[in-house]
């Protein structure tokens, strides 16, 4: 008969022999823990659209490495952000709280950007933004966990001032959503507008995300400037340049933008983009192996087109792959891992691209002209521009 204390005892020698052989098991079958990401982008609202086609890119790269970075299997959690800023907080807490995940990344709304990386650097969750372009981000806010795979606002904004002012145009008018990326980009585009010798005679607004724009479209027809620089960016970008031809504008005044004004909305606009002149750190018909490669993945995968937001997202999941890799996986190496991100050159389907210092894309910006359902390149606006990183000091 045995008695309980044997039986005790017997059960610990068991578990003794079980934990020697799982020291003893073969390097070969490593059994780490999938990397939990946490993709916070906007399913609903005026930038649907754009959160869809940044998690098809980020799942495309994953997908082409197997379902795994460095070895990682990924597993995903999903917040959908509204792209409204005062539910921000709430909802990346969700993630960083309720899911604890290691990584963030999002989103596409600048103001819903900043409560993230507000809480992402309090909490030291790595965090890739793939869309804002909110300055602060990497500037005045810039924290060493804390990368973009997007642009900067200012970014866009500089490059289409630098065209509008070579094309000799004098005066412009200005027209955006009152908020960050709306107003940051429009300093931009007036910051490089004025160098090249413009003057912004007038900056139009509206709350976002309205589209209610026919007392502005009125005013711009009264003052008929040279041009009109506008951002605006998924569904209120359909909505402004059906509006702006529809007011008999399009022949009178030429209209310019970021090229997010173009970018995933063409097939929607139809008629209203054809030849309005943008500028962006993609183009459609980039002619390069990359970039063809990735179209086609894409096209396959999806039975749809690939626009700006995808290869973001498709560099978020780059950009986190290369900091893996540098660390064989091991997530816990932070200070190694995020030193490989701001060094490495990643070979994106927009051209290669580095980190500036701030830990924002130094990249070449085209001249782009909404043709058909794509915006093709006609030229080149600014090689290598870098944000300035203004107020960045970690
Ligand atoms: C932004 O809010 O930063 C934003 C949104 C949509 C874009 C670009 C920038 O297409």
């Not at 910051?191 to 413009?198: A, I, P, Q, R, Y």
């Not at 960016?233 to 702006?244: E, L, M, S």
């Not at 816990?332 to 891992?337: A, F, I, V």
Request: proline share 5%; charged share 20%; net charge positive.
């Amino acid at each position: 008969m045995h008695t309980p204390i044997k039986l005790a005892l017997a059960a610990v020698a068991a578990a003794a022999a079980l934990s020697t052989s799982a020291q003893n098991a073969p390097q070969s079958a490593p059994q780490k823990a999938p990397l939990k990401v946490g993709l916070m982008l906007p399913n609903t609202g005026t930038f649907a659209a754009l959160g869809d086609n940044i998690e098809k890119g980020f799942r495309l790269y994953v997908n082409e490495q197997g379902g795994k970075l460095a070895g990682r299997e990924i597993q995903y959690f999903k917040v959908d952000d509204e792209s409204d800023p005062a539910k921000a907080t709430d909802n990346v807490n969700k993630l960083i709280k309720r899911d604890q995940v290691d990584v963030l990344v999002g989103t596409v709304h600048s103001g819903v950007a900043l409560a993230m990386a507000r809480a992402a650097k309090e909490s030291n969750t790595l965090l890739i933004v793939p869309n804002a372009g909110a300055d602060a981000i990497t500037g005045a806010q810039c924290a060493p966990n804390i990368f973009r795979s997007s642009f900067s606002n200012w970014q866009p904004g500089y490059a289409t001032g630098v065209v509008a002012a070579q094309k000799g145009y004098k005066r412009a008018m200005t027209i955006t959503w009152n908020y960050a990326a709306g107003n940051e980009t429009v300093k931009g585009f007036t910051e490089s507008f004025e160098k090249g010798g413009g003057k912004v005679v007038k900056d139009l607004s509206l709350p976002f995300p309205n589209v209610e724009f026919q007392a502005l479209l009125t005013e711009i027809a009264a003052q008929k400037p040279d041009v009109v620089f506008a951002f605006f960016a998924g569904g209120g970008a359909v909505k402004f340049v059906k509006d702006y031809d529809a007011a008999g504008l399009r022949k009178t005044v030429p209209l310019m933008g970021s090229g997010f004004l173009t970018d995933g909305t063409l097939e929607a606009q139809g008629a209203a983009a054809q030849g309005l002149i943008t500028t962006l750190h993609y183009a459609d018909d980039i002619d390069t192996p990359r970039n063809n490669a990735f179209r086609k993945g894409f096209a396959l995968a999806y039975k749809a087109n690939a626009d700006v937001y995808a290869v973001q997202g498709y560099d978020a999941a780059q950009l986190l792959g290369a900091g893996l890799t540098a660390v064989g996986g091991d997530f816990t190496k932070r200070p190694e891992m995020l030193y490989a991100m701001g060094k490495t050159v990643i070979g994106s389907p927009r051209g290669k691209f580095g980190m500036s210092t701030s830990r924002n894309p130094v990249q070449d910006f085209y001249i782009r002209e909404a043709k058909g359902n794509y915006n093709v390149v006609t030229g080149v606006a600014v090689k290598a521009l870098a944000d300035p990183g203004r107020g960045c000091k970690s």
